[in-house]
């Protein structure tokens, strides 16, 4: 990817496509406000485009020769550097029409204007450090936030909340290879100007650091695709009815014959501002029938892959021996231990006197429920909410993207060969190795250290227009 867009200007639809009260049309670069010149008429008559003031709203026509009279818009006019891109940006809100929106675009097109690429105003403000590489993704997030958690989380790393903790990690860094450098620079001279001890020390402080991150992985990644919950249990115990009832929607086929469901069915619920994608899962039994078995082994890699499982038995029949049974079963999945399971036990109204075994399932922190009358279904949510509570999405930094976790743990490593560097007493040039090693990692997060691949994989998933 080429960097010709400092010269050129773009233009892009950025509300979205089809029919609409509004649309906005928005030009970034050089010649974007002569475009607007061209073919702005403003109600105001000793007004242009040109004189506009930076920030200032105008209402008026979009006119052309060959087709007279387009629509009345409001233009808006944004100076650099004081514009999302850094450039000089005009935005066009006119009437949402199809036709409209196309012959503006087209019109524009004409004067030379050209079409925006997915993501290229964002990547324009990127490269004209109006955000870095890290908030630049935040935004495409922000865009896609379906949940309040997922919005907070999104508007935390847009205001700098991963990138503050980089760049203070990087300079600290940068500070120490500076030593290590001039160390080298003498090195005839057997010298040492870097505190061996100090940096030692620094390292840990990172490592720590970098790895509170790392930790914070499973929670942003899951608040923002979705807390994975699985529904298990085995057959009949009423897994699809209660899928139903927390969605209200006749979601899953419920039938009284026992495995029915022979694959994961899925669907997202947004509760309290955190948005939980549900698997209702195949009952866990052993079987004969080939079918069912591949339902059986999608419901373990459903439970492996969930961060809580709502283990559904019934009450009416389940003893505490096979309740037991049934867990040390879902303990052999691998994963087993960074997962919560909630016990819920099912089918209350169909309960003609207490089990003998009811006392030490009291005992024990059980929800008790009737999926098929939606009764007490609020202390499951209760539950799922205490259970994301404790994992403390707060407004410290949360890790949500895979590319930055790569770069952490790549981090780390040379993190750690530098600690054994000095462990071996290695010289300085080969723990510099490492130190640099470090030191691009934590700025490939950021953008301190990009390729064009890098750049065209990370705005080629935006939206046209941002």
């Known amino acids: 990817m080429t ?150 989380l999104a508007i935390n790393q847009l205001r700098g909340g991963i990138s503050n903790k980089i760049v203070s990690m990087r300079e600290q860094l940068v500070q120490f290879a500076s030593l290590l450098e001039l160390e080298l620079d003498f090195s005839e001279e057997d010298v040492e100007f870097a505190d061996r001890q100090g940096f030692n020390n620094l390292l840990r402080s990172i490592d720590i650091e970098i790895e509170t991150l790392v930790q914070s992985f499973q929670l942003g990644n899951a608040v923002k695709r979705g807390i994975p919950v699985a529904i298990a249990g085995k057959p009949n115990v009423g897994k699809s009815t209660l899928l139903n009832a927390l969605l209200n929607d006749e979601r899953s086929i419920v039938s009284e014959i026992p495995g029915t469901t022979r694959d994961t069915i899925e669907d997202t619920l947004v509760i309290r501002g955190y948005n939980f994608r549900f698997v209702d899962t195949a009952g866990i039994r052993h079987t004969n029938d080939t079918i069912e078995a591949i339902g059986i082994e999608r419901a373990m890699k459903a439970v492996e892959q969930s961060m809580v499982v709502i283990y559904l038995f019934d009450l009416t029949t389940t ?38 075994h009811l006392r030490s399932w009291l005992e024990r922190d059980i929800v008790f429920i009737s999926a098929k009358r939606h009764e007490n279904l609020n202390l499951i949510t209760d539950k799922l ?40 007493n290695l010289t300085a040039d080969l723990i510099a190795v490492d130190v640099r090693q470090a030191l691009h990692y934590l700025g490939e997060i950021t953008g301190t250290i990009t390729t064009d691949e890098l750049l065209g994989n990370i705005f080629s998933k935006f939206c046209i227009g941002k």
Do not use: W
């Open 3 to 152: 960097h010709k867009i400092f010269t050129s200007t773009i233009a892009a639809l950025s509300t979205a496509s089809g029919h609409g009260a509004i649309a906005i049309i928005r030009m970034s670069g050089p010649r974007c406000i002569d475009a607007a010149n061209t073919l702005f008429v403003p109600a105001n008559k000793g007004l242009t485009c040109n004189t506009m003031t930076s920030h200032q709203a105008t209402f008026g026509q979009i006119s052309h020769p060959t087709i007279g009279l387009l629509d009345e818009v409001v233009v808006t006019l944004f100076r650099a550097p004081r514009s999302y891109t850094g450039e000089d940006m005009v935005e066009i809100s006119c009437h949402g029409s199809t036709y409209i929106v196309s012959r503006l675009l087209e019109l524009l097109y004409n004067l030379g204007i050209e079409p925006a690429k997915p993501g290229e105003f964002t990547l324009r403000a990127f490269l004209n450090h109006k955000l870095d590489l890290s908030q630049a993704e935040a935004v495409a997030d922000l865009i896609a936030s379906e949940s309040e958690a997922s919005h907070k």
């Open 319 to 356: 003893t505490a021996e096979e309740l037991e049974a049934e867990m040390d079963v879902l303990k052999t999945i691998p994963g087993h231990e960074k997962r919560t399971y909630l016990l819920v036990a099912n089918k209350a109204d169909m309960l003609t006197e207490a089990p003998p």
């Open 385 to 424: 909410i205490e259970v994301i509570d404790q994992l403390n999405l707060s407004d410290n930094a949360t890790l949500s993207s895979v590319r930055h976790l790569e770069a952490l743990n790549k981090t780390r490593s040379a993190i750690k060969s530098m600690e054994d560097g000095f462990r071996d």
